[in-house]
């Protein structure tokens, strides 16, 4: 069987308000969050999140930062607190929706399925869309969000994939595994981007594979705002730290196309899957960052990869590696993990056969013929700056706007969930992970609560403030305490049932 | 499996796919299927600000 795990994303967005400039962004971010009109609990609980602990049993002394974002700030303006700057709110359906360095920032409910995770990311958008025309309406300045990875100008904001993974798994396995899969995975997840916005190999071309991996300099380490990693050692586990961790991915691009998504994370899933099991390839990298964006900007789409033993690989090849693994080992396992392996199987063929063929999956593949299209009819040349307006307008969240949006809604890009799915998705938290118990905390009794986070709440009670568990992470104990509290109507009763009484978390 | 020799990936000239399409006569075209009808999308990529990505400046985020 495929063991059953936590899976989260989060996505920064990228924002322009219309007379406003890159000074502006933090406020504006800030805004654009607190436009938010639903029922939402805060602050956030930051007690226990530890950003500089590393996954290899040490605290770095502090977090790189680039050098560059010091040019944004207001000379003479007075800081907020962090909590004031971020104004993290949590929402009815378990989500946390807050400003990220100057992005709005949404991170989906726990998720269990690849179905909840895509309907929880779609949601997403549909969310800070809503908050940008909020804002708007405050203003009478269109503000513009977009989901993709670059301002194409040497700045970088992400889409982290989260996955509960075993504690007892090596950091040495985890790097074995992961890097070489990260390094081609790319080739069926990447976003496409029409720039190149660092050195190294065909550095000339005018279109690569991702949007994100001329922002990663090292292999592995815990930094995310600059020098970044392939393989992020951030020890955040929101969990159990005895017992699990959280492996946080931060090279991958954010997807407009639902398959692209659901492709991205389920492969992800069953490699940490094998990890789990002792698992390991053969195979090392020679190089992984500059193989990394060898990959992305590639013009032959044929992708050879360099190997530690002076081989090249093609990078479908490799990631077959990972594929026939997981087939012998999950195949049959349940119709989700069946999906995921046949449609692995299948876009690697495609890649092979005709890279192109799959821009009903591939954002990368999808926007490039787009683009191609356009220049074809216009008769203009790739380094007209026409390209990358086009490019950033493929990842506009405005379905009005946005080039992927309507790809997607004319049915060019394969869809994974249905419009109730979706609307389900804003409103309530998957049902079995403890995301449920957190979304209805705040549907019943936002007013109450003092300071939220994943795994806590602090809610003020008969004049006291008591920390309260977020309960068990998922499945039929989720389902047997989300009974038990459907029966009681009040604060003091749901108290008394989830705790017993008691006053820690 | 494909692997590729040190000499095929590192001397020979990399095949550079041309990235447009030489001008046409005009002609009829055999439609590609693989794509969407172009028309709706070439009128809202017409409509696209060409100094938009210019504009657009970031902080860095994570």
């Known amino acids: 069987m495929t063991p059953a795990r936590l899976v989260g994303l989060e996505t920064e967005y990228g924002i322009y308000v219309e007379g406003r400039d890159p000074h502006d962004w933090l406020d504006e971010a800030r805004a654009v969050v607190l436009a938010y009109a639903g029922a939402a609990a805060g602050p956030w609980d930051y007690e226990r999140e530890d950003p500089r602990r590393d996954l290899r049993g040490f605290r770095v002394r502090q977090l790189a930062s680039d050098p560059r974002d010091a040019q944004y700030d207001r000379p003479g303006q007075m800081p907020l607190s962090q909590e004031e700057q971020r104004s993290d709110r949590v929402l009815a359906n378990g989500a946390r929706l807050y400003n990220d360095h100057g992005h709005p920032e949404y991170a989906t409910p726990e998720c269990l399925s690849l179905r909840d995770l895509v309907a929880h990311d779609v949601a997403g958008e549909r969310i800070v869309l809503a908050c940008a025309r909020a804002r708007a309406a405050q203003t009478g300045r269109p503000v513009h969000l977009f989901k993709n990875n670059t301002d194409y100008h040497g700045a970088s904001y992400g889409c982290h994939e989260s996955y509960l993974v075993d504690r007892s798994v090596p950091f040495d396995r985890l790097y074995a595994t992961l890097t070489p899969f990260f390094v081609t995975r790319t080739i069926y997840a990447g976003a496409g981007k029409s720039a190149v916005e660092s050195p190294g190999p065909w550095d000339d071309v005018p279109y690569q594979l991702s949007q994100r991996a001329d922002f990663f300099t090292e292999e592995a380490s815990v930094d995310t705002l600059h020098r970044r990693p392939i393989l992020n050692t951030r020890d955040e586990p929101h969990a159990d730290p005895g017992r699990y961790l959280r492996l946080h991915v931060i090279c991958g691009d954010a997807n407009v196309s639902e398959f692209a998504t659901a492709l991205k994370v389920g492969t992800t899933r069953l490699v940490v899957a094998l990890c789990e099991r002792g698992w390991q390839p053969a195979i090392r990298v020679r190089r992984p960052v500059e193989a990394m964006r060898a990959v992305s900007r590639d013009p032959t789409l044929r992708w050879p990869v360099e190997l530690d033993d002076g081989r090249f690989l093609a990078a479908v090849d490799l990631q077959r590696i990972y594929l026939e693994a997981a087939q012998r080992t999950f195949a049959g396992a349940d119709a989700e993990t069946d999906w995921v392996l046949r449609e692995w199987a299948a876009i690697l063929d495609d890649l092979e056969r005709d890279p192109l063929a799959t821009a009903d999956r591939c954002d990368w593949a999808a926007k490039r013929l787009l683009l191609e299209s356009y220049l074809e009819a216009e008769r203009l040349s790739w380094q007209d700056p026409i390209v990358r307006s086009l490019d950033l307008e493929y990842h506009a969240v405005d379905p009005e706007r946005g080039l992927g949006a309507a790809l997607r809604q004319e049915g060019h890009l394969r869809a994974i969930v249905e419009e109730t799915d979706i609307q389900r998705a804003m409103a309530t938290a998957p049902t079995d992970t403890r995301a449920w118990l957190r979304g209805e905390w705040v549907r019943r009794f936002a007013p109450a609560i003092e300071r939220i986070g994943w795994e806590r709440l602090c809610v003020r009670s008969n004049g006291a403030c008591r920390w309260v568990s977020l309960g068990p992470l998922m499945g039929g104990e989720v389902a047997r305490l989300a009974a038990a509290l459907r029966e009681v109507d009040s604060l003091d009763a749901w108290l008394a049932r989830m705790e017993g009484g008691s006053t820690d978390a | ?62």
Request: charged share 45%; hydrophobic share 20%.
């Open chain 2, 1 to 62: 499996m494909r692997e590729f020799s040190a000499e095929e990936r590192l001397q020979r000239p990399v095949p550079r796919e041309p990235w447009t399409k030489p001008a046409d006569d005009g002609g009829p075209k055999t439609p590609d299927v693989r794509r969407p009808d172009p028309s709706d999308l070439l009128r809202r990529m017409r409509r696209v600000d060409p100094d938009q990505a210019r504009r657009y400046r970031q902080r860095s985020g994570e």
